[in-house]
């Protein structure tokens, strides 16, 4: 057998490094939730402050994902250097109260503007605790660990899709209501204060973690290798590693970042088409959202990284790109199916559900980046990762239902449509990215 490429001469507990996985999960749901509960709150706004659905792509998109996105370079350069914990707990406290702030806009840039911080505040999150999660668990069992991370993603929409459905139908049952300092604050407006303000309490429990031992990585073969291998230290050092791996980063990066594009695109507008095509209340609507989330989500993520740590275990070292390859087949038909042709909303969130089971990525994207970079250089190739496939995913994915119904459509009753043409055929495009990725995969991984 392969040795590992990584040493650490102080094994870390079992109970230590699930207890960090459980904390940064608790962060990854606040994360989540003050992320996606504007996808519920779209009717509303728009009512509001009359803000046109590629208006609202904007928002829920581009506004954010571009300042997290870019706020992810520097921030994965600080996180290869100083306490990791520190700039999650930061970070946290920082998109909690700009996520409260959004319930304070009174118009479209105002809104936008509290998008924006939020997901610079958000931009911390996925760098650190990748690099902390890795420097805790063997490579072996990296993408289960990474997976119950990416579990944050699922626990926090269902939150925001059931908690913020009923918190909705109730908030706009009681109508607009008078607050101290803030005077007339619309139903929309006291969600996002309810959902955001507690965060910046919440944030406090990443300091009851220690920062992990960072490891260090094997030796090579020789000086001159060094600068290839991402072993000399210093900012120089990460884009000869990269270029020496090019059509690995190019495979992993562009095929998850379509997938990313995908799944934003679902989470933004199935909400929206649920309301407008059948007509459904906005709190069935979370019910049924938030019992995807639970119900196919977790095992989802669960599943897809106990399936890609067999594979690998028993030698497939493509297994990571391998398996997308194959859900992605499956879900671009299952996508096309579903929005096109489903009769109901009942149908509608079953095949959505089979596709959330199908599709979670979180663990085993991460856990292949952190097996092939050394880990000096692991908060810099995380924040790349997170930056390319939230550019796609957000500036991307609801802009591009929004656009097809409104610039090629014409019509906000035929979301359906634009969700089947944007789901199914990205993830099909995504499929054959990863069949293109799996030789750059195994040639990445046997290099170490």
């Known amino acids: 057998m392969k040795p590992s490429p990584e040493t650490d001469p102080q094994p870390v507990s079992a109970s230590h490094a699930w207890g960090t996985v459980a904390v940064l999960l608790i962060i990854g749901i606040l994360s989540y939730l003050d992320r996606n509960i504007v996808a519920l709150m779209i009717e509303p706004i728009r009512a509001s402050l009359g803000i046109s659905d ?201 095929g998850f970042g379509l997938l990313a594009v995908a799944t934003y695109a679902g989470l933004a507008w199935i909400p929206t088409m649920l309301v407008r095509r059948f007509g459904t209340g906005i709190g069935e609507v979370g019910l049924m959202m938030g019992a995807v989330s639970l119900l196919a989500g977790i095992p989802g993520f669960l599943m897809s990284g106990w399936i890609v740590d067999r594979w690998f275990a028993a030698g497939r070292q493509d297994a990571h790109q391998r398996y997308y390859m194959i859900a992605n087949t499956i879900a671009a038909g299952l996508a096309i199916v579903t929005f096109l042709y489903a009769p109901t909303p009942g149908l509608v969130v079953l095949g959505w559900g089979f596709i959330s089971l199908l599709q979670p990525f979180t663990g085993p994207s991460a856990a292949q980046l952190q097996m092939v970079t050394p880990p000096h250089l692991r908060g810099r190739v995380s924040a790349l990762y997170v930056m390319v496939f939230n550019l796609m995913g957000m500036c991307l994915g609801p802009p591009l239902v929004a656009f097809i119904t409104d610039i090629v459509l014409h019509d906000t009753t035929r979301v359906h449509v634009s969700l089947a043409i944007t789901y199914g055929g990205i993830a099909a495009l995504s499929a054959i990215v990863f069949a293109l990725g799996l030789a750059p995969s195994r040639h990445a991984i046997a290099a170490g």
């Open 54 to 254: 590629l208006g609202m792509g904007l928002i829920h998109g581009v506004g954010f994902g571009v300042f997290y996105a870019v706020f992810g370079l520097p921030i994965g350069y600080l996180v290869d250097r100083v306490s990791r914990r520190w700039i999650v707990y930061w970070g946290a406290t920082a998109w909690s109260i700009a996520a409260a702030a959004c319930g304070l806009a009174s118009n479209f840039h105002q809104l936008l503007a509290a998008r924006l911080a939020v997901g610079i505040g958000e931009a911390s999150l996925s760098p650190a605790a990748y690099s902390m999660i890795a420097d805790l668990f063997p490579r072996r069992r990296l993408a289960l660990a990474l997976g119950v991370f990416g579990i944050g993603s699922v626990l926090g929409s269902a939150v925001a899709f059931i908690g913020g459905g009923a918190a909705i139908e109730y908030l706009e049952g009681i109508g607009p209501q008078e607050l101290p300092l803030l005077g007339v604050t619309q139903p929309w407006q006291m969600v996002f204060l309810v959902t955001g303000a507690p965060g910046i309490v919440i944030a406090l429990l990443v300091l009851l973690i220690p920062e992990p031992r960072r490891r260090t990585h094997r030796a090579v073969s020789s000086i001159a290798d060094a600068p290839a291998a991402g072993l000399v230290e210093g900012p120089e050092s990460l884009l000869p590693f990269m270029r020496s791996r090019s059509r690995f980063f190019c495979c992993h990066f562009l």
